[in-house]
């Protein structure tokens, strides 16, 4: 999907820079992405979630807030609530841009800002916490041995992640009083809230305080074995596909039209990660599918092959096409089960008469039916060889194509 690099105003008049992440065709709804405390708007999880997002037609703003990141601004003059600010300022950036947000995403202490932005945004459908924290001073744990100082001389420098950062007096006196109990009890969106058990940065009793403050419609989706960055590749495509999947039940997508002389739509193919084989696949605005090799071939396995998918075409083609004969004929099928493999044979292996490799397709048929008469289960076999798929196949078919500029 395209990346636009934008800028806009934070709350103190900072210029912002953000990534929107904008689908690749038919733009449907506007998503913003709230990234964890001191980390940025680039982080693996965004990145992944984002695209996944766009893919189904939905773009996502995601931005460093004030003095993180590339974004302009002193971090040590920030607080909670001037995050909370800059994502105003973000959802109206996007708004004036005619991209009104209805999603909102926040990962850690980011979750816990736009549970607290929902409240102060109009058209806001849906909220997503990602590991975030119930309380917003929880964040001072991770500088627990510089609070006196703080407390004495205003501000100190403290170590987070490897970097130095200066936190103020006012960021601990604003956390402390920015507890999301009564935010979430007047919460008048659909809320997601996903968190991983074995979390040790913020603990999943954190997730279950929100979910217990709010009010339905909401859900809850564990994280197994996610660690709290939402590192590992496989995480980030778990927990995007959920939101992408819940998301569509709250925020309209209209379908577009179709194409002239493409009855069905396009089927888009977008590479997910450039470093191995996965891919996005979209077929309208419903539809989402990942593509992947096996491992011993490079790939992460998290998805079905290339022709993993080819096979499944025939096989749910075949499965279609006899229903649809049977239910013609008022015949008593009660099931039909398709099992398909593929492999490369030789040619005269399949009576061709040449010496070269042709692809072979083995399709096991069980049709299950007591009352089914041999005669009508013969019948059956038989249209499965009728199925469009499987006629596609049998014959050569061109292949059109052209680079786009």
């Not at 980390?39 to 766009?54: E, F, T, V, Y």
């Not at 501000?155 to 999301?180: C, H, M, P, W, Y």
């Not at 927990?239 to 997508?253: E, F, M």
């Not at 492999?343 to 299950?368: C, M, P, W, Y």
Request: with cysteine; glycine share 8%.
């Amino acid at each position: 999907m395209p990346v636009k690099r934008v800028s806009f105003p934070g709350h103190d008049g900072a210029q912002l820079a953000a990534r929107l992440d904008m689908p690749a065709g038919p733009h449907l709804a506007t998503a913003l992405f709230a990234h964890c405390f001191t980390c940025g708007k680039d982080i693996a999880a965004a990145r992944r979630i984002a695209a996944r997002l766009a893919a189904m037609g939905i773009a996502v703003l995601r931005f460093d807030f004030t003095g993180l990141g590339h974004s302009e601004g002193e971090f040590a003059n920030t607080s909670f609530t001037s995050n909370v600010d800059d994502l105003v300022c973000a959802a109206t950036w996007a708004a004036q841009e005619g991209m009104p947000p209805s999603l909102l995403i926040g990962h850690s202490l980011g979750g816990a800002a736009v549970i607290k932005a929902a409240s102060q945004l109009d058209g806001i459908k849906a909220v997503v916490t990602i590991g975030a924290p119930f309380d917003p001073a929880h964040v001072t744990q991770h500088f627990a041995d510089a609070l006196p100082q703080i407390a004495r001389d205003g501000a100190a420098q403290v170590d987070l992640a490897g970097r130095s950062f200066t936190i103020g007096k006012s960021f601990i006196e604003d956390t402390g009083n920015g507890a999301l109990g009564d935010v979430l009890s007047h919460l008048k969106t659909a809320l997601l809230v996903m968190h991983g058990p074995l979390d040790e940065v913020v603990s999943v009793d954190s997730a279950a305080q929100i979910f217990m403050a709010a009010k339905h419609p909401k859900s809850f989706v564990s994280l197994d074995n996610a660690d709290h960055l939402i590192t590992r590749a496989e995480d980030a495509e778990y927990a995007a596909n959920v939101i992408a999947s819940w998301a569509a039940r709250y925020i309209h997508l209209p379908l577009p039209a179709p194409p002239v002389g493409t009855p069905e739509g396009i089927v888009r193919v977008s590479e997910a990660d450039p470093d191995g084989f996965l891919q996005d696949i979209s077929s309208g605005t419903h539809v989402h599918l990942v593509a992947d090799e096996p491992l011993a071939y490079g790939g992460t396995n998290m998805g079905m092959s290339p022709y993993g998918f080819l096979s499944a075409s025939l096989g749910a083609c075949t499965s279609m096409t006899i229903r649809m004969y049977a239910r013609r004929k008022g015949w008593p099928l009660e099931h039909v089960r398709v099992d398909v493999s593929h492999d490369k044979v030789h040619a005269q292996d399949a009576a061709t008469g040449s010496g070269e490799k042709i692809d072979r397709f083995n399709r096991l048929i069980t049709l299950t039916g007591g009352a089914l008469s041999p005669e009508e289960r013969t019948r059956l076999l038989e249209i499965a060889d009728r199925c469009p798929v499987h006629r596609t196949l049998e014959r050569t078919s061109e292949i059109h194509t052209a680079l786009v500029e």
